[in-house]
């Protein structure tokens, strides 16, 4: 650290505490990022679920009896979702029963997985999710749902916005606190850097340090 060599101790010191603060800030918020965006997978996971669930148990007798009418009439109660993109009810064979789109598009979902994994799958812009409907024990059709990601990216957006705080206050407080109590270390080394030149341009060597330490400054003055 060139730039650090020719500044004053005092200057090291707070610049060092700063550095040691930023970096405990940055770790710190890094593992809650981990922690916060693990159970906030869990918490879509689970509602997903419930959803589909929902709308399986709701429409199994729509399903049985490919009633697409009534079947389409409930999935436009996905509207109250307005982070749902699109929804399907897909028979064993592929066959589709009914299928939503909140902007009324005629694309496919474009579901990266097969017909019967039961699963969640989160990808960069979106949340699929694909599970079976059971009646009487057997499965008479499947529910997929694509989710976007709105609700995550606002939530990324409140937690930049509270760690930029959080550091900026740590970064003042770090720099408040360093300034205060910097002097513990530096204020016997500024004295016993006083006495030298004061021995030096005395020629005075009978001065001697009144400090009176343990520590490796304390040790340096018993030598004057």
């Known amino acids: 650290m060139h730039i650090l060599k020719n500044r004053s101790i005092r200057t090291k010191i707070i610049f060092l505490i700063i550095v040691v603060s930023t970096i405990n800030v940055i770790i710190a918020s890094g593992i809650y990022y981990r922690y916060d965006k693990k159970r906030y997978h869990a918490e879509i996971s689970k509602k997903l679920r419930i959803l589909a669930k929902v709308i399986g148990d709701s429409n199994s007798g729509t399903i049985v009896f490919e009633d697409t009418k009534t079947a389409k009439e409930y999935m436009l109660s996905l509207k109250a979702e307005e982070s749902v993109e699109k929804a399907s009810i897909l028979f064993p064979d592929s066959t589709v029963l009914v299928t939503y789109d909140k902007n009324d598009s005629i694309r496919a979902m474009n579901f990266p997985l097969a017909l019967k994994t039961d699963t969640v799958l989160f990808l960069e812009n979106c949340i699929f999710i694909n599970t079976p ?92």
């Open 133 to 224: 409907v059971i009646f009487n024990n057997e499965t008479i059709a499947h529910i997929r749902i694509k989710y976007n990601t709105d609700e995550l990216k606002l939530r990324l957006d409140d937690y930049y916005k509270v760690i930029f705080y959080i550091l900026f206050g740590s970064l003042i407080m770090a720099f408040i606190l360093a300034s205060s109590f910097q002097s513990i270390i530096t204020s016997p080394i500024i004295q016993l850097h006083k006495l030298i030149n004061k021995i030096y341009v005395n020629k005075d060597y009978s001065i001697r340090s009144v400090y009176d330490s343990k520590d490796e400054v304390g040790h340096l003055s018993r030598g004057f």
